[in-house]
């Protein structure tokens, strides 16, 4: 587990557990612009692999940004949520119930649940650009409270 980013840094890691403080996650509909950009990505991606091809075609990228606002040792930071569960988990939800419901239920997931119980994030970089950090998911963790033994 690491207190910040910059630790990490420091530390020349490339893949860290952070337990963030005063999170805020943020929902924001994305432009119709940005959905098409997306769309043309994953058609442009299916082309290149034999493998996935059909199926990576087909998605339909998450028509809202999802973000976190949060702090750490260092200070502020503001990450896109990147894990790709969440935008299954908006996807599913919706399906199930309506867009709305799925909005209000990853905000209080999010906003109150996890916070509340212990949340860390899994975060990283790439080979490629190292100093790039991101979120690559959110990771329902309790806090511990670990009860004081008498020796």
Request: hydrophobic share 35%.
């Amino acid at each position: 587990m690491i207190d910040s980013i910059q630790q990490a840094v420091a530390s020349d890691q490339s893949l860290g557990i952070l337990r963030p403080r005063n999170t805020r996650f943020i929902i924001k509909k994305k432009s119709v612009t940005r959905l098409e950009d997306e769309r043309k990505a994953f058609r442009s991606a299916a082309r290149q692999t034999q493998l996935f091809d059909k199926s990576l075609a087909e998605l339909e990228p998450s028509p809202y940004d999802f973000r976190f606002e949060f702090y750490d040792s260092d200070g502020k930071h503001n990450y896109s949520n990147g894990d790709w569960e969440a935008h299954a988990m908006f996807w599913r939800e919706r399906n199930r119930t309506s867009e709305a419901r799925a909005l209000q239920w990853m905000n209080e997931t999010f906003n109150e649940a996890y916070p509340q119980r212990g949340m860390a994030f899994a975060i990283g970089n790439q080979k490629k650009r190292p100093q790039t950090w991101q979120l690559l998911g959110v990771i329902r963790l309790d806090h511990n409270e670990q009860l004081d033994l008498d020796i």
